[in-house]
């Protein structure tokens, strides 16, 4: 045996254990990566070994070369195996991090509920839908024509004072109530018609615990041939059975109301006394000429209704501010 091979032998041996000691302590893949390049790549240090055998005399190159295949073997054996611990550890890690204590209790986050204005609004407009009426929405900025005069109240009419109202720089005003979209309806429809208008409306009230200067309502219009009070008295009667309950008593009063004649107040008897719930009348022919209907033709009738006024009646409210105050101690008596 030669000097030569015996140095090769030597090299190959400190080889494999330098090799096999660095990649057990190896603690990522990046650096395995890195060290399989420096022991087995192509210009790594078993290549540089290996350069050597060219001095080697025929029969000692065999020998040589065996060895050096034991040394790669066990070398990329190494790797493997501890590339194969690595992604276990990593993979274990992983799972113990992102592993759900299903004995726990859950994080409880509070779902939105439909606020008492709104669920009102929603009962109302399925029971009208139900009786064959359809939705419509309007400006809540409105033209003096669309919330008065188109409604048979020109300007001198006194019951402008009955819905005193912000107007604006250009004229235009805030709507007193949801009338205005029955006219702008009528006018792009021809009877038969039945249309139900809900929405928020604006008045110069004096805040207190049954007014404010914001509130909502909700107003019905029906127009064909041979509409009469009586159609009128039956649907509101319906109406106000699927809202109050059977076996409720109702009146209705004469009153009077600028787009409506014969008009009416309707008093509802809950809770042992007569509550005013709504007004209602028969479409005043001056309306129905506005929008280029023939009175002679057509009737129709009305109605409208405050819906805080009825929130407040069937919740027991005392205060119609607390509808407006977002205190979640009052509104989550209603989820």
């Known amino acids: 045996m030669t000097s030569s091979s015996l140095d090769l032998e030597t090299q190959l041996s400190d080889l494999k254990t330098n090799a096999l000691s660095a990649i057990a302590q190896t603690s990522d893949l990046e650096t395995l990566e890195q060290l399989r390049v420096q022991y087995l790549g192509k210009k790594g240090q078993l290549s540089q070994v290996l350069r050597g055998m060219g001095k080697l005399s025929a029969e000692e190159r065999p020998r040589i070369g065996s060895l050096a295949n034991e040394v790669k073997e066990a070398i990329q054996g190494a790797i493997e195996?501890?590339?194969?611990?690595?992604?276990?550890?990593?993979?274990?890690?992983?799972?113990?991090?992102?592993t759900l204590d299903v004995t726990m209790p859950g994080v409880m986050r509070s779902l939105g509920q439909v606020h008492p204005l709104n669920g009102m609004i929603d009962k109302m407009l399925d029971i009208f839908v139900g009786l064959g009426y359809t939705v419509a929405e309007g400006y809540e900025v409105e033209t003096d024509y669309y919330n008065f005069e188109a409604l048979n109240t020109p300007q001198d009419h006194p019951a402008r004072d009955m819905q005193d109202t912000f107007y604006l720089p250009d004229g235009?005003?805030?709507?007193?109530?949801?009338?205005?979209?029955?006219?702008?309806?009528?006018?792009?429809?021809?009877p038969p018609l039945r249309v139900i208008a809900p929405g928020r409306v604006y008045r110069r009230d004096?805040?207190?615990?049954?007014?404010?200067?914001?509130?909502?309502?909700?107003e019905l219009l029906a127009v064909e041939e041979g509409l009469r009070f009586t159609d009128l008295r039956g649907t509101i009667k319906e109406f106000l059975r699927q809202m109050f309950g059977d076996d409720l008593q109702v009146r209705f009063r004469a009153s009077y109301f600028p787009f409506t004649e014969p008009s009416a107040e309707v008093d509802v008897q809950w809770q042992g006394k007569w509550l005013e719930v709504l007004g209602c009348g028969m479409v005043d022919p001056n309306v129905l000429k506005a929008v280029g209907y023939?009175?002679?033709?057509?009737?129709?009738?009305?109605?409208?209704?405050?819906?805080?006024?009825?929130?407040?009646?069937?919740?027991?409210?005392?205060?119609?501010?607390?509808l407006y105050n977002s205190d979640l101690r009052f509104l989550r008596q209603f989820i």
Not at 172 to 184: A, E, F
Not at 206 to 218: E, G, N
Not at 295 to 318: C, I, N, S
């Open 206 to 218: 004096t805040v207190d615990a049954t007014h404010s200067a914001v509130f909502h309502q909700l």
């Open 172 to 190: 235009n005003l805030l709507r007193t109530h949801t009338s205005s979209v029955q006219i702008r309806y009528m006018e792009q429809h021809e």
């Open 294 to 322: 023939d009175p002679e033709r057509y009737t129709g009738f009305a109605a409208g209704l405050g819906v805080e006024r009825f929130a407040m009646v069937l919740h027991q409210m005392d205060d119609i501010r607390r």
């Open 81 to 98: 195996q501890r590339q194969e611990n690595l992604q276990k550890s990593q993979l274990e890690a992983k799972l113990a991090s992102e």
